[in-house]
């Protein structure tokens, strides 16, 4: 039931990425059937019920396609009995730095979607406003540390209270585990087009320690599937 499932919603959730070309869609379908934090976050059910939510770093939309679809078989019955429900998003904003996968993301939605909205943006320069859920899938360590605290503590301005930050990182102090997680990261971001980047990483409880300093109530979630990688999913929380 579950990988009928699991087949269904990656349908759905690739398919307007045919629109963005080739690349964009088997990009797409790559990255969500591959990568295991797509699905824990939709099983686990922690994401809130309803909400406005942006992705900085968020490259072509994977995820707000995943969300989307999710929704969609959640309100027509056809989801599995043992996870929870799925989010309903109320806006979908998002900020990329490179101008081709903005470029995708707006030959997938449409320049008129009525919840998606991504933008060219350096998650260090642009305006946060307001959301109910912030993301940050594996890019928070391409900045460096003190930016890092500065798009931190912008993120938890930006979140009322109840409100979360939700970001995956790799745990430098993890050994040789984190040296073919930095290798298979690298490898991502050359196919993708970028120049191999200088990688700003901590070690797992320096990274709670700093979000603790912000302000957030954080649990961690290994994140690698099984994989012999050092991922780990931060859930930060805005005390109620």
């Keep these: 039931m579950t990988s009928r499932f699991l087949k269904t919603l990656l349908d759905d959730a690739s398919r307007p990425f045919r629109g963005g070309g080739h690349f964009a869609y088997h990009y797409s379908r790559g990255k969500l059937s591959s990568d295991c934090i797509f699905r824990e976050l939709l ?12 992705d900085l770093g968020c490259g072509q ?13 959640y309100e027509n019955g056809n989801w599995p009995s043992d996870w929870a429900a799925a989010p309903k998003p109320l806006s979908l904003r998002g900020f990329e730095l490179m101008q081709k996968d903005v470029d995708r993301a707006a030959r997938a939605f449409g320049p008129q979607h009525p919840v ?37 503590r ?37 196919v993708r087009g970028h120049r191999l980047p200088t990688l700003y990483e901590r ?21 690698s599937d099984g994989k012999p990688f050092a991922n780990v999913m931060l859930i930060c929380r805005v005390p109620a």
């Design 154 to 190: 912008r993120i938890r301005a930006a979140l009322p209270a109840g409100g979360l930050f939700l970001t995956r990182v790799g745990d430098a102090g993890a050994g040789l585990r984190y040296h073919i997680c930095n290798w298979v990261d690298r490898t991502v971001t050359f």
């Design 116 to 152: 998606v909205d991504i933008r060219l943006g350096d998650m260090c320069e642009v305006d946060f406003g307001q959301a109910d859920v912030v993301t940050i899938l594996d890019a928070l360590h391409y900045i460096d540390h003190a930016r890092q605290q500065d798009v931190i």
């Design 203 to 223: 070690k797992l409880g320096d990274w709670v320690e700093l979000l603790s300093q912000h302000g957030f109530q954080v649990e961690t979630l290994p994140m």
């Design 43 to 54: 099983k686990r059910g922690i994401f809130p019920s309803q909400g406005h939510f942006l």
């Design 61 to 73: 939309g994977s995820l707000f396609g995943w969300l989307l679809a999710a929704c969609q078989l």
